[in-house]
């Protein structure tokens, strides 16, 4: 939602002194964060609605994310790509860990004296280099911190901060096709326990939300839209939810612009044809942004 609210940056935190996915059978050194035991099952992939950036405050609202977040496997590693970094050609965040930036202006105080002191990940990093090598330009960009659409969600689902973050560009003018290739160039590293998220809204017109946040019900075109997407998710249409632009309800009302739509697609690209959809947090905030949240497998 930052776009709206300006641009000027406020970073948080100092860079990170732990350096990678390093291995969870290692012991900790003193006055370091012991690294979780990661998942030797196959990833699930995600989307999660991440909303307005209110929500790292919202204890009640960020219940169903730390409810998700405690039910997913333990990963090794988490990659990223959000909708408010839609950098081209495709390019790597941070790997030294530990800054944010605070992209919004006009919310409450102390929203902008919180961090999220996750460890980098300059392995993983080696290794999407790897995977999307050849076809795919992708370029570093190590002083780029981590976004409202990375670390506002991951307050909530790893509170602790305790596994390597890694975000990945999103180019806004790609053809969505190429955005469903990028997620299956990248499926391999669910193999290797790292949890890929799309982070965006499945609907997002900033002009028509209800900031008083009256509870009322949702206007029939963003609950018609949100609807057509979960059917098309369960029965994984994914031509459908590329081409949802003219076969979808109201897209263009729901989505004025649509960078908060695009993450989906990745994650759909590096989701399997076994891979059960659910729905993990549901609902509707500030009228009509739906809060559904997409698990693949």
Known sequence: MGGTFGRRFFVAGAAGVLLGCRSATRRARPGERPMPTPSTAPMPVGFVAHGAPTLALDAARGADFRRWGEALPTPRAILVLSAHWLAAPLRLGQTAGGRIVHDFRGFPRPLYELGYDAPGA?????????????????????????????????????????????????????????????????????????????????????????FADRGEAPPSWASEFDAWVSEAIRARDVDALVDAEARAPAFATNHPTDEHYRPLLVAMGASDEGDAPSFPVTGWEYGSLTRRSVQLG
């Open 122 to 210: 300059p392995e993983l990093a080696r290794r999407v280099e790897g995977l999307l090598e050849g076809e795919w330009a992708l370029q570093r960009d190590d002083g780029r911190p981590m976004d409202h659409g990375v670390w506002v969600p991951l307050l909530h689902m790893r509170p602790a901060a305790d596994v390597p973050v890694l975000q990945l560009s999103m180019p806004q003018r790609w053809p969505r096709e190429k955005l469903v290739a990028l997620g299956r160039a990248l499926r391999p590293l669910r193999d290797e326990g790292v949890l890929l998220l799309g982070s965006g809204n499945l609907t997002h017109n900033l002009r028509r939300v209800d």
